[in-house]
């Protein structure tokens, strides 16, 4: 099973500084099959970065990922308030498997 | 629009059988897979498996085979995931998702509300 590691576990920010999220995997993804799902309390999650890179539909520009192999990084480029959540990386390579989060603070 | 419609909170005790529900519309329910999701209280997400609608072929994370089962009727593109003898250790929110199959192959792209199920006594 592919294991990935989020880190950091809490990241605390102002709005307008830049989020930068690193999630590892245990073994190199191929095709770069790398998700990042965003979950704001008491919500489900939703989709924001598939393919590494690629945006899902009606994601702000401000979110990009990035990263090959077995290191991705999914960036919020100007926090805002609303991006208070916890941010899941997913493989979907080899079966799946989650990372176990990252909770980024809006100060 | 995509949804995926999930039953509402279910509280059972211990032992007791349980089926949950995930309703699909705004696509094609036999094109996709349907994956679930458990998140146990201020925990993480875990991929539990999913099944395809169309032929009811089913996979299983190891972790779960054996302790849940999944289904679905494509007459009225709705997905189950159900437990024959519940445990405290259950109690978690469930998500069901669509997976996507061809290109992006594997990818959850949309959510379910998730259903809050709580085992006590």
């Known amino acids: 099973e592919i294991v990935l590691t989020q880190s950091p576990g809490t990241l605390s920010l102002s709005p307008g500084e830049r989020a930068t999220l690193s999630c590892r995997a245990s073994?190199?993804?191929?095709?770069?099959?790398i998700a990042w799902h965003q979950q704001k309390p008491g919500q489900a999650p939703r989709l924001l970065i598939y393919g590494a890179s690629s945006r899902a539909t009606g994601i702000p520009d401000r979110f990009s990922g990035s990263g090959s192999g077995t290191d991705f990084t999914l960036t919020i480029s100007r926090l805002e308030p609303e991006d208070s959540a916890v941010y899941y990386c997913q493989q979907y390579g080899s079966s799946r498997t989650f990372g176990q989060g990252t909770k980024v603070e809006i100060k | 629009e995509v949804q995926l419609v999930q039953s509402g909170p279910e509280v059972k005790k211990p032992g007791e059988s349980l089926t949950i529900s995930c309703t699909a519309s705004?696509?094609?329910?036999?094109?996709?897979?349907i994956g679930w999701v458990r998140q146990m209280p201020g925990k993480g997400l875990e991929w539990m498996g999913f099944i395809f609608p169309d032929d009811s072929d089913t996979r299983y994370s190891p972790s779960f085979q054996g302790q849940v089962t999944f289904s679905a009727d494509k007459a009225i593109s709705t997905a189950y995931l159900q437990w024959s003898s519940l445990t405290a250790s259950d109690t978690a929110m469930y998500y069901c998702?669509?997976?996507?199959?061809?290109?992006?192959?594997?990818?959850?792209?949309?959510w379910g509300q998730g259903t809050l199920v709580i085992v006590s006594s």
């Open positions: 073994q190199s993804l191929s095709s770069s099959n």
């Open positions: 705004g696509f094609s329910f036999t094109k996709y897979w």
């Open positions: 998702s669509r997976v996507l199959t061809g290109t992006s192959r594997g990818l959850i792209d949309y």
